[in-house]
T-cell receptor
Framework: SQTIHQWPATLVQPVGSPLSLECTVE??????LYWYRQAAGRGLQLLFY??????ISSEVPQNLSASRPQDRQFILSSKKLLLSDSGFYLC???????????FGDGTRLSIL | KQEVTQIPAALSVPEGENLVLNCSFT??????LQWFRQDPGKGLTSLLL?????REQTSGRLNASLDKSSGRSTLYIAASQPGDSATYLC?????????FGKGTRLHILP
């Protein structure tokens, strides 16, 4: 079965600092990969998804970017964090066929 | 643009009762619909996945139905238990995009 690793679990960063969150997947090949953000009191907002290496689709214009350098690696980045970037970031894979979508444990990002 | 709505936003019921959570979506051209459970501060756990050609799926005390033409799904929980307390989210998939509702926060009273 698929396993998704996300790190770190918690991160506190100052405004204007860079960001790099990494997600790796085990137990599957060529998965669809997703980054979501869940802000307090709000639902899951789809940020980026990828159907293959180097293929990134952005859903929401913002100062975040994503990259997929390897088949089972998905990275969320920012050059300069904003206060509004605070939230719970979740990486997920699959869910587009007969298999359910699987999620990592998430990274709680606080911007000071 | 696909929009997913979940009603109610929050629900409290006594232990042992049966309950229904609702999910509606605006674009009926979906590949599948999933129900998830999220415990506070945790990731999501998939509960049930219904393909667009299916009408329902069952797992233990959970039953999810799908009426694609009307853009509705329900999650039925039988004989609720305090351990069922969590946020329940539905999500629809089309063209590799999976869009979530805001969830229903369920509290089962012991």
């Amino acid at each position: 079965s698929q396993t998704i690793h996300q790190w770190p679990a918690t991160l506190v960063q100052p405004v204007g600092s860079p960001l790099s969150l990494e997600c790796t997947v085990e137990g599957t090949s060529n998965p669809n990969l997703y980054w979501y953000r869940q802000a307090a009191g709000r639902g899951l907002q789809l940020l980026f998804y990828s159907v293959g290496i180097g293929q990134i689709s952005s859903e929401v214009p913002q100062n975040l970017s994503a990259s997929r350098p390897q088949d089972r690696q998905f990275i969320l980045s920012s050059k300069k964090l904003l206060l509004s970037d605070s939230g719970f970031y979740l990486c997920a894979c699959g869910g587009t066929g007969v298999q359910p979508q699987h999620f990592g444990d998430g990274t709680r990002l606080s911007i000071l | 643009k696909q929009e997913v709505t979940q009603i109610p936003a929050a629900l409290s019921v006594p232990e042992g009762e049966n309950l229904v959570l609702n999910c509606s979506f605006t674009d009926s051209a979906i590949y599948n619909l999933q129900w998830f459970r999220q415990d506070p501060g945790k990731g999501l756990t998939s509960l049930l996945l219904i393909q667009s050609s299916q009408r329902e799926q069952t797992s233990g005390r959970l039953n999810a139905s799908l009426d694609k033409s009307s853009g509705r799904s329900t999650l039925y929980i039988a004989a609720s238990q305090p351990g069922d307390s969590a946020t329940y989210l539905c999500a629809v998939n089309r063209d590799d995009k999976i869009i979530f509702g805001k969830g229903t926060r369920l509290h089962i009273l012991p």
